[in-house]
């Protein structure tokens, strides 16, 4: 079979997804072609040459891009079957599948996307049985140097995608992995990871990033990935995502961090209100975020935050103090502006759907958007969000110390009262000088902008 691999979004990183869907379906002797269109347009020729296509959906933002681009697909080809594999790929089945040869594929997707190339019953949506690890295939995709870079001390560098492990051993009410997940923790060979990280390095990666959603859900197994890599590669660089209470649970493993070469962490911080904390499960207080920063700097590792300002328990003192707590903590340089306009998301089978603070708020589900809608109490706090998204999207290309004090003075602008900001770094300073962050300034549970909708229409 010729099977066609289309990723639309994978945060500016060369695909991963497509490098390993690819992997399975040559090793199972198929032809495959892989056009990442959030860098290239689908060429027509490419459409009528595929038997099947399939879309990599690991995040809210690549579905939203992938469904627009099926609607093209399937108007040239109405009878291709086509198959949404990752882990957003059970959202909106009624957009997705529309006919018998057609199929969702979530979770460990290898085997069941090999099986509908092959032609024969995928499987059920979510698939969770442990799958033989093999390297990503990625000579059919672009080269890094297309792909976003790691910026540090003015310089530029290469940077490559790998995954450790999938799927989280946590519930957090507002994340789309325990959907399919459910608690389970999939590691990948070490052997298959850092032969991965070897081929980035050979195409030019001076530094990785892991994609897992938690790199300590399994201490031990990543501790060993570090310290293979780092032996292999002593000048690789990496970043990697894990969670306040990850870091401040387990200190060791933050010394072999910095001494492997962890560059900065990215943590999912999410609100400065203990009590939407609690509503979103996340395992942490406000408090122990502040110590997390403290102790990371210690070993010389800078995080950048992720941050959910804005959900129906969300008040206008709440996003002050949220600025407040990032320039306290002297973060302004390293939160990408779009973090301050996240809005909360609720897809199918989200863990926030019946829980007794949601009900309140809870609209009507729309399909296209893929999730249900819901209305802040107050009607100003949703306007602030919808303003502050465009001021945010017009200054995408401005850097987050630019664009921070607009962002400042547009929240404040919409409180009254409130007493004199904080001095930066009065709680704790972070690194004199530039600090490593990525050229990709977007975020995976942001909503997709028109730039990232318009190449996404015609087929070329």
Same mark, same amino acid.
């Given at each position: ?5 289309? =990723? &639309? ?7 991963? @997804? ?21 860098? *290239? ?60 040869? *057609?199929? !969702? ?68 009410? @507002? ?20 032969? *991965? ?23 031990? @197994? ?14 690789? &660089? ?28 990215? =943590? ?30 210690? @070993? ?72 249900? &809608? ?21 200054? !995408? ?5 630019? &664009? ?41 549970? =942001? ?14």
């Amino acid at each position: 079979m010729r099977a066609l691999l289309l =990723s &639309t979004y994978e945060l500016g990183h060369q695909p991963l @997804h497509a490098a390993k869907a690819t992997s399975a379906l040559l090793a199972a002797g198929h032809e495959v072609r892989c056009v990442d269109v959030a860098l *290239d347009a689908l060429d027509a020729d490419d459409v009528d040459w595929a038997d099947r296509v399939a879309f990599s959906v690991p995040m809210h933002t690549a579905m939203r891009l992938a469904l627009r681009l099926a609607e093209t697909i399937r108007a040239r080809r109405p009878e291709l079957p086509l198959c949404f594999y990752g882990l957003y790929a059970p959202v909106s089945r009624d957009l997705t599948v529309t006919s018998a040869v *057609d199929a !969702v594929i979530a979770g460990e997707y290898e085997t069941g996307l090999v099986a509908w190339v092959d032609g024969e019953d995928p499987g059920p949506p979510i698939q969770l049985a442990r799958v033989k690890a093999r390297v990503p295939a990625r000579h059919l995709l672009p080269p890094l140097d297309r792909y976003t870079k790691l910026v540090v001390g003015g310089e530029e560098r290469l940077v490559g995608s790998v995954e450790a492990s999938r799927g989280c051993s946590h519930r957090c009410r @507002h994340c789309p992995v325990p959907v399919v997940y459910d608690g389970r923790v999939r590691p990948v060979d070490v052997a298959v990871v850092v032969a *991965d990280i070897d081929q980035l390095v050979e195409a030019g990666a001076s530094h990785v990033s892991f994609a897992d959603p938690d790199f300590l859900n399994a201490p031990l @197994h990543a501790r060993r990935v570090i310290a293979v890599m780092h032996e292999c590669h002593p000048s690789l &660089t990496f970043d990697c995502t894990t969670k306040v209470e990850h870091i401040l649970r387990h200190p060791g493993v933050l010394p072999e961090l910095a001494e492997a070469g962890c560059a900065f962490i990215v =943590s999912a911080f999410e609100s400065t209100n203990d009590a939407i904390l609690g509503y979103l499960d996340k395992g942490h207080s406000v408090a122990d975020a502040s110590q997390a920063i403290v102790s990371l700097r210690e @070993h010389g590792i800078e995080v950048r935050p992720s941050w959910l300002p804005f959900t129906p328990w969300t008040t206008l003192d709440d996003l002050i103090d949220l600025i407040d707590f990032v320039v306290a903590h002297d973060l302004v340089v390293n939160v990408d502006p779009v973090q301050y306009t996240v809005r909360l998301l609720l897809p199918e089978g989200s863990l926030l759907l019946g829980h007794a603070a949601m009900e309140p708020h809870l609209g009507h589900y729309e399909a296209e958007r893929l999730g249900w &809608t819901w209305s802040h109490p107050d009607p100003m706090v949703d306007r602030l969000q919808q303003e502050l998204a465009a001021l945010v999207e017009a200054r !995408v290309e401005q850097g987050a110390a630019a &664009t921070f004090g607009e962002i400042d003075a547009f929240i404040r602008s919409f409180a009254t009262n409130r007493a004199a900001p904080p001095s930066l770094g009065a709680v704790s300073k972070g690194a004199v000088g530039a600090r490593a962050h990525l050229t990709e300034p977007w975020f995976c549970c =942001s909503e997709p902008t028109e730039a990232q909708l318009m190449p996404l229409t015609p087929l070329a």
